[in-house]
């Protein structure tokens, strides 16, 4: 009989599920454990992808949870794409929706860091405009110029303190989070993603720059969200980072 | 300034690429004349690990493996997939490139291991129509990988060599011949491994492979050995490796470490044992 690749799939995912028969040893009995090898060939790999992608996630829950819910998703989820590097995009909802770990209300929040941090590892590289070039423009112009991100800069807005929580659980540690938003800006000076705490209003600016907004637009939403934004902070991160590749700047009728 | 540096694989030991390993491969090559990267892992759209791969082509001919094309799936080859291969392939311009008879790609589910395939007239004839789709898109010659096997299955009717041999014939792809392979497959299907290299086109064969393997026993007792990739090449497989060298010829012999992945004077000194293999043939 013939052994299709549908019934070895389902086999592979679901330990439940017999190995087909066909699939033998070299006396001819069903494979049994020579079956199983494959399967644990792929749970074991995706496992360690899953680790891989998710550090910080997995210290939070512990190796055991970890692996435990890391068995679960591979199964709802396996991958849809031989690129590995992006396995666990539905990481985070998973985790949101995952009845055990529900009281633990940021970590859904925290594996979208960890996700935007290996986006922007393997984004494309861009040059950054120089510092000076925003120094040799005027107040008016710098403020009706749109700005053009990297590729590899991303933006997460949280109600949850996710850059302490993510900074608390570096080698190197951090202060106890407290309880507040924050929002992240990542930024990829050379080749390692960084991600800096935006000051109040940040998240606001950032996310209208994204969306094509002139400066000057974006500094007014950043400023209805705070009252005391900082601009200069928030361009000096976006700055210093080397985040911004392109000055647009109004075209002079 | 003119390339000076040769574009094929060199009849010399090369590693799997780590990153960990990059200065020191850099430093202190030693025996490691070439090195093979895993595609998939050189398919974002930039940052550290182009770069890293950019500087190493300067210096090394470099050989592109796959491990995602699922060339033995029972669909049709991922598109999306082979674009991307043609576009590695495109700007690296490899020394070789080469991927597996195996699948790991069913539906739209990338399982992440090389799947075994009976081996039968239907199979033989969907993998040779589908390399040649790969080979006429990346317009290259391929290599393909014998596999390691933990079972069989019943419906096979073509040895493994001849069902290889045969792909090549009506292909034209060559042949990537792994010897750390044979040992586990011969090991775990009750055969001789001397007589599957006997069996095999050597003279179709442009690369070699050499890895660790994992001791285990199914539950009957019988020996299971896991292709693990995760510490040195054992004695019999170096054997095997003198036997086909001395039948064949000297090839472009790769040691592969994967898991547990060791500093580099343990992976150099695994080239450098290959090397002095390779040696002693010469007369």
Not at chain 1, 78 to 89: I, V
Not at chain 1, 226 to 229: E, G, I, W
Not at chain 2, 102 to 106: G, V
């Given at each position: 009989m013939s052994v299709g690749q549908t019934d070895f799939r389902t086999a592979i995912l679901d330990a439940r599920v017999a190995a087909p028969a066909g699939l033998v040893d070299p006396e001819g009995r069903p494979a049994g454990k020579r079956f199983d090898v494959y399967r644990n060939n792929v749970a074991v790999s995706l496992t360690e992808a899953l680790k891989t992608a998710f550090p910080v996630i997995r210290k939070l829950l512990g190796d055991e949870n970890f692996a435990g819910i890391a068995g679960l998703f591979l199964r709802q989820h396996?991958?849809?794409?031989?690129?590995?590097?992006?396995?666990?995009?539905e990481f985070p909802d998973f985790l949101a929706g995952?009845?055990?770990?529900?009281?633990?209300?940021?970590l859904a929040d925290v594996a979208r860091l960890e996700l935007a941090l290996r986006h922007s590892y393997h984004a494309a590289d861009a040059t950054p405009v120089a510092p000076q070039a925003f120094q040799d423009m005027t107040p008016q112009a710098l403020m009706a110029a749109r700005l053009r991100l990297a590729p590899a800069v991303q933006l997460l807005r949280s109600h949850w303190p996710i850059h302490a929580i993510w900074q608390f659980n570096q080698p190197q540690g951090g202060p106890k989070p407290e309880m507040r938003p924050e929002s992240i800006l990542i930024t990829r000076p050379d080749y390692d993603p960084v991600p800096h705490l935006l000051p109040a209003g940040g998240g606001a600016l950032v996310a209208a720059l994204g969306d094509g907004q002139p400066l000057g637009n974006a500094v007014a939403t950043a400023t209805t969200k705070?009252?005391?934004?900082d601009l200069a902070a928030t361009l000096g991160l976006l700055i210093g980072g080397g985040a911004i590749t392109e000055i647009l700047q109004e075209e002079t009728p | 300034m003119l390339d000076t540096r040769p574009n094929y694989l060199p009849n010399r030991p090369g590693v799997g690429y780590k990153p960990q390993h990059f200065s020191d491969i850099l430093d202190h090559p030693g025996t490691v004349a070439w090195l093979e990267i895993h595609a998939e892992n050189y398919m974002g759209a930039g940052g550290r690990p182009l770069a890293q791969l950019r500087a190493l082509a300067e210096r090394f001919p470099i050989s592109v493996h796959g491990v995602g094309l699922s060339i033995g799936g029972e669909g049709s080859l991922d598109d999306e997939h082979l674009a991307r291969l043609k576009h590695l392939i495109g700007w690296l311009e490899p020394a070789s490139f080469s991927e597996h008879l195996?699948?790991?790609?069913?539906g739209s589910h990338f399982l992440n291991d090389l799947l075994p395939l009976p081996y039968t007239e239907e199979t033989l004839a969907r993998i040779c129509a589908h390399i040649d789709q790969v080979q006429e898109t990346v317009g290259r010659q391929m290599l393909l990988e014998n596999p390691s096997t933990y079972l069989a299955f019943?419906?096979?009717?073509?040895?493994e060599a001849e069902f290889l041999t045969e792909i090549s014939t009506r292909t034209g792809c060559g042949l990537l011949f792994d010897v750390n392979n044979v040992f586990i497959s011969a090991t775990n299907q009750k055969t001789d491994p001397y007589s599957y290299i006997d069996a095999f086109p050597l003279d179709r064969v442009q690369e070699l492979h050499l890895g660790g393997h994992d001791e285990d026993h199914d539950e009957h007792g019988a020996p299971l050995l896991i292709d693990s990739h995760g510490r040195e090449v054992v004695d019999a497989v170096w054997k095997m490796y003198e036997y086909t060298i001395a039948k064949g010829g000297p090839k472009p012999s790769l040691i592969e470490w994967d898991t547990d992945v060791p500093d580099w004077p343990v992976l150099e000194a695994e080239a450098a044992r290959a090397q002095s293999i390779l040696q002693q043939v010469l007369v």
């Open positions: 396996p991958p849809t794409s031989p690129l590995l590097m992006f396995y666990g995009a995952f009845e055990p770990v529900r009281h633990l209300g940021y705070a009252p005391d934004f | 195996a699948w790991s790609t069913h019943a419906e096979s009717q073509i040895p």
